[in-house]
């Protein structure tokens, strides 16, 4: 049989790197687990063990940390590609480098060097880059943002096939944790800036929506972080259906008109989609 | 052998309740996990399977809906104490109930029925109840309030054995994640209250102690929750060293004066301990 | 700005089915994990919330218990076949559906129906389908099939950069935890026989290369896994370096000649690879 | 107010060591996790910071290490001893040591130094000492034994209030999460042995008992263990009852009869208890 080898990438996964500046006595912190892949002229080391072209995942992390310090920590996506373009850059073997970097958030306590961690949501970013004026991408997100409404959601009109028992409804809690991602335009954009207006649509359109589904709901999220950021050109979502079921109080004599829910774990609706513009071509690769 | 019946107690774990409540168009919504456990006449049961002692683990979860629903949650501590008294009140075979909460957090988005989860951290309460007008304790607590400060932490002057390689630092990083119990004096204390309070004295005791060890900053966190409540008459807290390891940088021609650190996940150290007003009789059982 | 549409799908995940059968007093335990995906004319509810086209996440889940009664469980490929089959055939708006299927293990204890759970290892399914006739893809596979060797391993001959401190080992410990997956060249494959040849392919592989790199590893154990069986046409691996760091007890005044190692979590290295038939077409769908 | 010291302790958590020995070709492998918690002489660390008694959590990290290397690894329990007997011995402000090891279980590939994981399950260990000739007390366990019986199991005769919806069965899939721990009369007990005895009676109590209840199935694995082995006083279990509820298939035309079950997340039964040899004192310190 012939056997080709396949597509590959290695690197080093969760990099914890802790950054603090001081400025007088205040002091700065910035929290991130930094994921390195490469790949490239990986023909030897895959069919014969010869790691001539292999930069040891040792290497990786101690570039992460090394960069922290002479570089400091910008936006996150604008230290993933410093990594990722130094990687791609340095070395002839490597010709694509994929960084994503999450961002954990402190929010400060009193003084000037105590700080508390924020949220259960995370910053993300994830980077490709093919080298300095190479083909790059830039795909900014968060995760585990997690939203509640109580009334202004429906599910009804939907297919009925002889497994279906559920009932119509028109006023259900909805429940799910965003994780969102927007694809920018270019690799030099107004990430801070970004990141907070795609947050405020998020919020906002999940809040406002009467929602008739969590299919309807994701659309309207990723559109208007698509709509509200010309230099985004790509949203894409997923958001699970953490079902809050309304408990029969009923064999105990109690009605419940929307107010006692159970919260399940486990199944639950998993919805993924996103929003383009159109004038933006498809890029596979920056999403992976 | 003569076999001997030892401590034992059932009970229903993790129901995961949600209650809305309606203030015209401002809904308000509470986030509970809710586990009990029964103790009393249960020696039918395990020696011959004869149930006829047994209140099922499914009614105890209809329990606590049903409960939501009538009595509404106030603050968990009292949601848990009128579930737990109610357990021992109506089954004689039933002689101790413990319940304990867990309540997530959850802040407005905008308008009135849309929320966001708030924060890592857990408020709790775990009750002990051997009936109306029996024995009872009620202690609070919060879990994963995770904390860091840059510099104001040292540690030097321990132990040096023959294992010892660690070096002295008059600065380092110190990060925790802080879970705290406080125990009431009475079952009908300003609970809500109470932990405002306590919440408050912890950070800023973290925030404002000079740290020579973690057991010396865990000791004034817990003194403050301590002092700042006649109500509360002991404090436990659980705090792991989450290390922070000063990268060297040296090899790559780099200082490092508190800049890059590496966050470590395991080992951690642990610090476990409390304080207790002098006059308050222990209670072991409060906290199991 | 023209926004549209883009890739989506949506499906109940993670329902926890398990099914018993009976062989007089012999029973038969299959335990899964099904999560379905369904894509196809779901414009219409994205943009307006109509839900005409849309079969509830409910309705799906039912679909998987009612099968398992209707039909049993054979191997997880021909289950996940049938349910991906069906929503296809059943609904013009439903073009293509994926199936995903987590096994776990049991092993009998004594008697016909007592059992207990074997291993922490996964086996695992991912099916395509366009429905009856239309195209279709079968990826099966296992995750968390962890492995470690005590030798048997080196790693020099690799990159020096200026970040490089990692010195060169012709012998350390190599430790990863497997998930492989093989893609079928058609969809009545012998699924069983081809897992358990697959499995014994990975396990010997491990055992008998001298590593020279992990890439080196994972590209024997995917060779020898898709020349090994005819119908298997591709192979992917994703193999995290578990580091088992040697602890370095000179400051104690003993010597470590292999013998005591710390195994870290993080950060780790990350190896994802594959190898593919020279003569079988790539099928990226097939994997996502 | 009078702030009193309450019980702490402190130590290392979860070191990571892995020791290899080599029988020739043959090597063998351990692989355990080792916390540690100390106590003595703590008052000057927390009231003031003074850690002139304090043995640096980094210096037991380093003795885990260096005992694996002078020692080896014999039976857990033997090497939470000899820690734990170190701490105590070597240092006049401790008075106390508690150590908890966790043992991973691997089995040979093929050749002399190939392993795979085997099983979810953990074994355990948690010894205390007093130092050399003080008390001690040495606990044995295992956790995660992950159990099911597809019959043999009913519940009814349950009692019956005012919020009981769950209806009698007397065929019923039982399914639990075991975890056991057993106190020998004695730190030189034979640890291997009372393993694997106590475990061969765990399952087949399990698998060989009609259970009437969980509570019963418990009592009369802990009995069995209890008496199985004269060196062992006391055993306690901690069993979550992991319901399967029978799915009602009728909307969909189909009966089932004890084939098509939802295994569930949350909520849970959870039901502890234990037995105790008649003429065994307790002691409650030997648990903590």
Same mark, same amino acid.
């Given at each position: 049989m012939?056997?080709v080898?396949?597509p590959n990438?290695?690197?080093k996964?969760?990099? !914890?790197v802790v950054?603090v500046?001081?400025?007088g ?6 929290d ?5 892949a490469l790949?490239?002229?990986? &023909?030897a080391?895959?069919l ?7 930069l040891?995942?040792?290497s ?11 570089h400091g920590i910008? &936006? ?15 070395r ?14 402190w929010e400060r ?18 980077v ?10 830039v795909?900014?997100g968060l ?5 509640l409404?109580?009334t202004?959601s429906?599910?009804r009109?939907?297919?009925q096939?002889?497994?279906t028992t559920l009932?119509p409804?028109?006023d259900?809690?909805l429940a ?5 991602n927007?694809r920018?335009r ?30 309807q709901?994701?659309?309207?999220m ?5 709509e509200g950021n ?11 259906n953490k ?5 029969d ?5 109690l009605?419940? &008109?929307n107010?006692?829910y159970?919260a399940?774990?486990?199944p639950?609706?998993?919805?993924e989609?996103?929003? !383009?513009?159109?004038?933006a071509a498809e890029d ?5």
């Amino acid at each position: 049989m012939d056997v080709v080898l396949g597509p590959n990438r290695y690197g080093k996964a969760e990099t !914890r790197v802790v950054r603090v500046t001081r400025d007088g006595d205040t002091h700065h912190l910035r929290d991130l687990n930094v994921s390195i892949a490469l790949s490239g002229h990986m &023909e030897a080391v895959h069919l014969s063990g010869d790691n001539s072209a292999v930069l040891p995942t040792d290497s990786q992390k101690n570039t992460v940390f090394a960069f922290a310090k002479k570089h400091g920590i910008g &936006e996150i996506e604008e230290f993933a590609l410093l990594l990722a373009r130094h990687f791609v850059d340095a070395r002839p073997s490597i010709t694509r480098a994929s960084v994503v970097v999450e961002e954990y958030g402190w929010e400060r306590i009193r003084g000037g060097h105590s700080f508390a961690r924020s949220g259960t949501e995370v910053r993300t970013a994830r980077v490709g880059s093919e080298g300095t004026g190479g083909r790059e991408s830039v795909v900014s997100g968060l995760a585990d943002l997690v939203v509640l409404k109580t009334t202004g959601s429906e599910f009804r009109g939907f297919v009925q096939d002889e497994y279906t028992t559920l009932q119509p409804t028109d006023d259900r809690v909805l429940a799910t944790a965003v994780t969102a991602n927007w694809r920018h335009r270019t690799a030099d954009a107004d990430f801070a800036g970004a990141f907070q207006e795609a947050r405020r649509c998020l919020l906002e359109a999940f809040a406002e929506t009467h929602s008739r589904s969590l299919q309807q709901t994701l659309y309207e999220m990723g559109r208007r972080v698509l709509e509200g950021n010309g230099g985004i050109c790509e949203v894409r979502l997923s958001m699970p259906n953490k079902h809050h079921f309304l408990v029969d109080l009923e064999p105990f004599g109690l009605d419940n &008109e929307n107010e006692v829910y159970f919260a399940a774990d486990r199944p639950y609706g998993l919805i993924e989609g996103g929003v !383009r513009a159109g004038d933006a071509a498809e890029d596979p690769a920056a999403w992976s």
